[in-house]
């Protein structure tokens, strides 16, 4: 963290759905190679804010800027310096785990001898070579979470965006998991991730915690415990959490 | 062109690799092609009569053997109780019962004229309407052959006997399977060219994955025209199986050019496949696509002149019928494989299609967000 370089930042970022306000001004900063927890209790309107910085949703108000460019006008520029992998499995599963590859690559402008290369590469990373051909739907789902997201860094995007990505999957591969994301960051990959589980807000280098909408606290994890007196992030995330009022 | 070509290259993998397809598009033209023309037909047949005979002279029997003997009509009844008969047509054993009344020769002789009693029954519509108009034409015809009995001198023919010879174009033998199955093959290349454009990229937001390609630079019309021309391809190729099919088994050459034909395919196929695009657009879930689908080609078919001819048709049904592109292909067809029309005289057709090309993928490009 010593350069601070920018790469996301909200100005009172705001989405509101008739009535109802998803995400209210919110405004906050992330820098280059860190990792980012953007934690919230569901509905407190963490999917929406992100929607809007991968730019497949317009904000109501406020200014974001991701990678550079604005959430308003420059939504193609922002999609070519990002990866995104989402809490649904968003592999094709009629394909093998090499045509996944190869397809990903290939919309993202890669050519065919680096996406073959790289192909390689991660296939020995993840230890899937025996695996290579068979169809995406036959894996285990902590298998397809840690291949989703190494089809979404294989671009070498500037900031990956993580919506639950360990949702349902048991501890051992949650721990490979965040192997995976630690190595992205010291390769200078800004991981922007969304959890429920508090073990994981520990490992992050800085934590926000949104509440009905708005973010409620924003820092370390170990100034966050210092702040609220608490022994764990969980501890946190729930004198925070108890506060909110609107529920799904 | 290169993101182009990994998005063909993924379509054409996830098609083939999907055994359910691939059955639709090989044995669902063969086996519509081989099954409908032959059974269902305009022409009734098998029309059940029942006689009451009050009569019993040469002449009734005449009658009713020129009836059975025409083989439109199977007698089920022969009595001489009008209540017997009625009872039968209750039962739905009878469509038709024809009542000859006693001393019909007499009067017939006598007063040259007598009655006759037709009762049909109208719950299947067109099998009691065509059974009565052949009943009709069949008494006309015999009425004929009693009065031409009676001349004794030809020359002095009170009736001219004035005979229409129908001499029919291009289909001379009014055969009835060289009229349906080009229609029929329109209607399997608008299916797949909807149905299953449709289909797939609703499949894509069901499972979720659109969501991921909408986060990847790809561009509007790289994906839309990713998803074209697989199904594009298809079309063409549902189209030589069809054409080969009912060469095969109809026997049926087309007088016109194949050229022609695949030519006007191609346009159409842009058109229909536009359609799919835009329906997959206002979609959320694959019932709903069905749904939709299904409604438009129901609407189509039957409004295209395939099972019923536009000329009949009132007005404003003629109007509507304009913007009905499978009209226009079932027309092409007709007109390619049966009269050998060319390019020449099929170029308003041409155009108006090119024109439902342009207009449906011009709104689906627009419809499509890559928002959510």
């Known amino acids: ?15 509101r759905f008739g009535d109802f306000i998803a ?73 093998t785990i090499r045509e996944n590859i190869r397809f990903f690559g290939g919309i993202y402008g890669l050519d065919r001898k680096t996406i073959k290369e790289k192909t390689d590469v991660l296939l020995k990373t993840l230890g899937f070579e025996a695996e290579a051909d068979k169809l995406v739907s036959s894996l285990p789902l902590g298998w397809r979470q840690k291949l989703s997201f190494s089809i979404a860094i294989l671009h070498n995007p500037k900031i990956v965006f993580l919506d639950e990505p360990t949702g349902g999957v048991d501890p051992v591969t949650r721990r490979q998991f965040w192997d995976l994301i630690y190595e992205a960051s010291n390769r200078g990959v800004t991981i922007f991730v969304t959890t429920h589980y508090m073990d994981e807000a520990e490992y992050c280098n800085r934590v926000s915690i949104m509440v009905d909408g708005k973010i409620e606290a924003l820092d370390t994890p170990k100034n ?12 946190v995330f729930h004198q925070l959490a108890r506060k909110a009022k609107r529920s799904e | ?33 081989i099954v409908l023309p032959i059974a269902a037909d305009y022409e009734v047949k098998n029309v059940n009569i029942a006689v009451v005979d009050h009569d019993h002279s040469s002449y009734s029997r005449q009658l009713v053997q020129k009836i059975i003997g025409s083989g439109y009509f199977r007698l089920v009844e022969n009595t001489d109780s009008y209540k017997k008969a009625l009872k039968s047509v209750e039962q739905n054993d009878s469509d038709v019962i024809i009542e000859i009344p006693a001393h019909f020769e007499r009067t017939l002789i006598k007063e040259n004229e007598a009655k006759l009693l037709l009762a049909i029954n109208a719950v299947n519509g067109t099998k009691g309407n065509m059974g009565g108009a052949y009943l ?100 063409l190729v549902v189209t030589a199986i069809g054409l080969t099919v009912s060469r095969v088994v109809f026997g049926i050459v087309p007088v016109g050019s194949l050229l022609v034909i ?111």
């Not at chain 1, 405004?27 to 991968?54: C, R």
């Not at chain 1, 966050?224 to 501890?235: I, P, R, V």
């Not at chain 2, 993101?3 to 044995?27: A, D, G, H, M």
């Not at chain 2, 799919?276 to 879930?285: A, E, V």
């Open chain 2, 136 to 235: 009709n034409s069949i008494i006309k015809d015999f009425n004929q052959d009693v009065r031409t009995d009676w001349v004794t001198f030809p020359r002095m023919n009170p009736m001219p006997l004035l005979d229409i010879v129908p001499r029919f174009w291009y289909n001379t033998r009014m055969n009835y399977q060289l009229f349906m199955v080009p229609g029929i093959l329109v209607i399997l290349v608008t299916m797949v060219g909807s149905f299953l454009t449709a289909l797939n990229i609703v499949k894509e937001k069901e499972v979720g994955t659109i969501e991921q390609i909408n986060v990847t630079p790809i561009k509007k019309h790289h994906f839309i025209l990713g998803k074209l021309i697989p199904f594009w391809v298809l079309g």
């Open chain 1, 224 to 235: 966050l415990k210092k702040q609220f007196q608490a022994e764990s992030m969980d501890d």
């Open chain 2, 262 to 372: 695949f030519g006007f395919t191609a346009i159409f196929l842009l058109a229909v496949l536009g359609l799919g695009l835009l329906m997959s657009n206002f979609s959320d879930t694959q019932q709903q696509a069905m749904f939709f689908a299904f409604f438009m080609i129901m609407v189509f078919v039957l409004m295209g002149g395939l099972y019923t001819s536009i000329d009949g048709m009132p007005e404003w049904a003629k109007i509507m019928t304009k913007f009905n592109p499978v009209a226009y292909f079932i027309d092409v067809m007709r007109l390619v494989v049966i009269k050998g029309s060319g390019i020449y005289e099929i170029r308003n057709h041409i155009f108006a299609i090119l024109s439902f090309a342009i207009v449906f993928n011009g709104l689906a490009i627009w419809t499509y967000k890559k928002q959510v």
């Open chain 2, 1 to 33: 062109m290169k993101t182009l070509l990994f998005l063909l290259e993924k379509e054409f993998r996830q098609i083939f690799r999907n055994s359910s397809i691939i059955r639709i598009i090989f044995v669902m033209p063969i086996i519509q092609l």
């Open chain 1, 23 to 95: 995400t209210n001004a919110i405004t906050f900063e992330v820098y280059k190679g860190e990792i980012f927890g953007f934690l919230g209790a569901n509905g407190a309107g963490k999917t929406t804010a992100m929607k809007i910085l991968i730019g497949i949703s317009k904000p109501s108000g406020g200014e974001a800027k991701v990678a550079g460019f604005d959430v308003y006008s420059e939504t193609e520029d922002i999609k070519k310096n990002i990866g995104y992998m989402s809490q649904k499995f968003s592999l094709y599963e009629d394909l």
């Open chain 1, 1 to 15: 963290m010593e350069n601070k370089e920018i790469v996301i930042q909200a100005q009172g970022l705001t989405k």
